[in-house]
Every structure is written in structure tokens, then in C-alpha cells.
């Protein structure tokens, strides 16, 4: 069956740390670019972050830049985020999701990457509070 | 960033209804414009990708049309199963944005 379950989420103390984590099957986890999206309560989807599959490329949103790191382990199908420094702001349903890379530009020198998202998982909620 | 809005925020229809929700685009962005049906407690689900493209499994009641900065979402009769929320997103760029979502409700 082709799926991706997260796990990780809970509540955390601000300035804390946690580390999400996907497992995917059903399809070839390597060849995929993959990506996080969160979705804070009762508000619109906000994407977090995404990794290639081609070149292990990782991007991110401005708002987590420098506090969440992207990774994944293909032996293992899996996608993990690194949540530090988190914020009250970082509330939210964190979805794995797969990437399907539509466009690629050049802009004042940086490659730029569209995506749009084919499969999710269910999400895992992640809450900042003291 | 490329901003994207979309209207209405909500609105109520019935049964056998033809509904229309509109994406608008900050900048041209080609036909590089995406659609999900969410509904509460889910994940998104793809309906449309690259416009007017329907995503494998979804019903044909459902349509996208557009380019550039306009777009379009059709369901050409409403369902029980479509009362959700329905959000554009363009992959023209990094970062991916989303539209701030379009709730379909019962009348």
C-alpha cells in the first residue's frame, strides 16, 4: 500500500528541541523529493521543507531556516525533520508529503524549485507551550 | 513570495449545486497551480495538479481551469462527500504557497 505515517509529534517547552519522523512505502522512496507541511489550528497550510531525491538538495521556509534540518535514509524509507529553537509559532500538524518537482529556474543565481504534493500522511501535531 | 488568494473564504451550497472557486496569483505563474480537497481531521488530498490536470482517482465532477494569474476550481455537481476545504497552491517557485482556503459548506 502506498503511505506515509509520521511520528514524533508532542508537546514541547519553548526553545526545545523534538525530531519528526515519516515512514514511507508503497512506492521508490529515492527517487522522490520529499517534503514537510504544517498546518497550525483551524489555519491554511504553510510549507515547512523539502528534500530532493536527485541530489539530497534541501530547502526550506524562511520562517524555520537555521532551526529545522530535513534529512532522510533511503536504506530505511524514511524522512526525519529536526525541530530546535521552537517557538509558540511552530504549533501545528506537521505533514510528510510527497513532492512531485514541476519547475526549476535559475534566480540571481540560486536554483529554484516548484513542487506540488501527490501523497500525505495523516500528520502528527506538534505543540510549543511552557 | 508569490502570493495567492482565493475567493470565497466560504460558502454554502446544496446538493446537485455547480460550484466555482477562484485562485488569484501575486504574478503570473504559468499554469503552475494545484488544488486539494480537505476535510476536517484529514490530510489533503490532490484533486488537481498543473491547472486543468484531474490527479488518477478523483471524480471527473471536478475541473480546473486557468493560466497566468487566474484560476479556477469547478465541481459541476456537488456531493455529500465535497462539503470540505479547498486550497490552491502554485509550484511556479520556491517556497510553494498556498491559498488561504475556501470552506464548502451544507445549506
Known amino acids: 500500500e502506498v503511505q506515509l505515517l509520521e511520528s514524533g509529534g508532542g508537546l514541547v517547552q519553548p526553545g526545545g528541541s523534538l525530531r519528526l519522523s515519516c515512514a514511507a512505502s508503497?512506492?521508490?522512496?529515492?527517487?522522490?523529493?520529499m517534503s514537510w507541511v504544517r498546518q497550525a489550528p483551524g489555519k491554511g497550510l504553510e510549507w515547512v521543507s523539502t528534500?530532493?531525491?536527485?541530489?539530497?538538495?534541501?530547502f526550506y521556509a524562511d520562517s524555520v531556516k537555521g532551526r529545522f534540518t530535513i534529512s532522510r535514509d533511503n536504506s530505511k524509507n524514511t524522512l526525519d525533520l529536526q525541530m530546535s529553537s521552537l517557538r509558540a509559532e511552530d504549533t501545528a500538524v506537521y505533514f510528510c508529503?510527497?513532492?512531485?518537482?514541476?519547475?526549476?529556474?535559475?534566480?540571481?543565481?540560486?536554483?529554484?524549485?516548484?513542487?506540488?504534493?501527490?501523497?500525505w500522511g495523516r500528520g502528527t501535531l506538534v505543540s510549543v507551550s511552557s | 513570495d508569490i502570493q495567492m488568494t482565493q475567493s470565497p473564504s466560504s460558502l454554502s451550497a446544496s446538493v446537485g449545486d455547480r460550484v466555482t472557486i477562484t485562485c488569484r496569483a501575486s504574478?503570473?505563474?504559468?499554469?503552475?497551480l494545484n488544488w486539494y480537497q480537505q476535510k476536517p481531521g484529514k490530510a489533503p488530498n490532490l484533486l488537481i495538479f498543473?491547472?486543468?490536470s484531474l490527479q488518477s482517482g478523483v471524480p471527473s465532477r471536478f475541473s480546473g481551469s486557468g493560466s497566468g494569474t487566474d484560476f479556477t476550481l469547478t465541481i459541476s455537481s456537488l456531493e455529500s462527500e465535497d462539503f470540505a476545504t479547498y486550497y490552491c497552491?502554485?509550484?511556479?517557485?520556491?517556497?510553494?504557497?498556498f491559498g488561504g482556503g475556501t470552506k464548502v459548506e451544507i445549506k
Open positions: 497552491q502554485q509550484s511556479y517557485n520556491a517556497p510553494p504557497t
Open positions: 504574478q503570473s505563474i504559468n499554469f503552475f
Open positions: 528534500i530532493s531525491g536527485s541530489d539530497g538538495g534541501k
Open positions: 508503497g512506492f521508490i522512496f529515492s527517487n522522490s523529493d
Open positions: 508529503a510527497k513532492a512531485q518537482l514541476t519547475r526549476i529556474s535559475v534566480l540571481r543565481g540560486a536554483t529554484v524549485k516548484g513542487w506540488f504534493f501527490d501523497l
Open positions: 498543473a491547472a486543468s
